[in-house]
């Protein structure tokens, strides 16, 4: 895997980014759009799984990356979860059992990319002057 100089290059980010948007276009309408606290939840998770994925890159720790993307993969649960309310709740068409699926996906992808780091020798620019 080549070397990734910013959280932008990350296909997890994009991934999520992404998601983000559907999840922020799937709210701006209709019933969920007029349920205040759980369009602000749903909107909150989706938004956190892209977030924490930058916030444990910027740390330039692999120990501490693993955290936050964990902390990523947990959102994306969230936000799956919430999803299949909204669709119980008639917010939402069934057709969204699509995005359902996506967000399994960038769970999966989350954890590939979290077993990738456990197996690394990387422990990220924080550490790399220290001795072990």
């Known amino acids: 895997m080549s070397t ?10 994009q991934t999520a980014r992404s998601l983000c948007s559907k999840v922020f276009h799937l709210t701006e309408t209709g019933p969920a759009s007029k349920d205040y606290k759980f369009k602000e939840q749903i909107r909150a998770s989706s938004g ?33 979860s919430q999803l299949y309310r909204g669709i119980d709740q008639n917010y939402f068409p069934s057709e969204t059992v699509d995005l359902i699926k996506e967000y399994a996906d960038l769970a999966s992808a989350i954890s590939g990319f979290i077993k990738y780091l456990n197996q690394s020798e990387i422990r990220g620019q924080k550490f790399r002057d220290r001795s072990v």
């Open 4 to 13: 990734i100089r910013k959280f932008e290059d990350l296909k997890i980010w």
């Open 48 to 80: 956190s799984v892209m977030d924490n994925i930058v916030e444990g890159f910027e740390r330039s720790s692999q120990f501490e990356f693993v955290n936050f993307l964990s902390i990523a993969k947990g959102s994306s649960g969230e936000t799956r």
